[in-house]
């Protein structure tokens, strides 16, 4: 809600909050919902006034950012508690903030993606949105078809209309992909749209995933035959 906006936006950054960059249409959608997502954690998985910098990490992070274009998507795997969904609330705050902002955060959390949403397309073909691609085009509103491809397109083309300051990069913030309702399935559609992100220079992906989980979901992979990553 607009109520949960606003007093999100004054919780995490007071007043910085009139300096932060202009959005608008698809991409203000997606500054709202991650300011509602870092709500979500504020107080219990992020708390700004005592977080603590993970400069390895961040480095890292940085190091990715600007690297080549081919190396589209980073994976962050570590036990539960270190800080995985506090990390990226903390970039997240930070890119939003900057007046001449030019990354544009979205955080995911994926425990919070529809638990149905791959059944109601067919997403057996190549390319078609599955559980992650439909949430995020119903949350953008995007009058796109049931394919990435096209998601991406309508992308593009918002980022490229934010007015005189250069097209920002996109960042897919999946946070917790264990939590996931099928996070086999999910990481199968990530890795797909990480292909398809080496493509562009305007797309980047950072997931996080629980370190157990990371090995049962390479094991349950390597028995299905299966190549994970792409």
Not at 150 to 171: D, E, F, I, W, Y
Not at 183 to 202: C, K, M, T
Request: hydrophobic share 45%; glycine share 8%.
């Amino acid at each position: 809600s607009r109520t949960m906006y606003a007093s999100v936006m004054t919780a995490l950054f007071g007043r910085r909050s009139t300096h932060m960059r202009t959005w608008t249409g698809t991409a203000a959608a997606i500054v709202q919902h991650t300011t509602e997502t870092m709500g979500r954690y504020l107080g219990v998985q992020y708390c700004p006034d005592i977080y603590l910098e993970r400069e390895h990490a961040l480095a890292q992070i940085q190091a990715f950012m600007q690297g080549s274009p081919r190396v589209s998507g980073l994976l962050l795997v570590a036990e539960s508690g270190t800080g995985k969904t506090s990390l990226l609330c903390h970039l997240a705050s930070r890119w939003l903030h900057q007046p001449d902002a030019q990354v544009l955060p979205w955080l995911i959390a994926c425990q919070h993606l529809p638990e149905g949403a791959q059944r109601r397309e067919d997403t057996t073909q190549p390319g078609a949105l599955g559980i992650l691609g439909q949430a995020l085009r119903a949350m953008t509103g995007g009058a796109c078809d049931a394919h990435w491809a096209s998601l991406l397109a309508h992308l593009a083309n918002t980022l490229r209309q934010q007015g005189k300051q250069p097209m920002p990069r996109l960042v897919l913030m999946l946070d917790a992909v264990n939590e996931a309702a099928d996070p086999f399935a999910l990481l199968q559609e990530i890795d797909s749209v990480v292909g398809l992100a080496r493509r562009v220079a305007w797309l980047r992906c950072l997931i996080t995933l629980r370190q157990g989980s990371y090995e049962a979901l390479r094991a349950r992979f390597a028995a299905c035959g299966m190549r994970w990553p792409q």
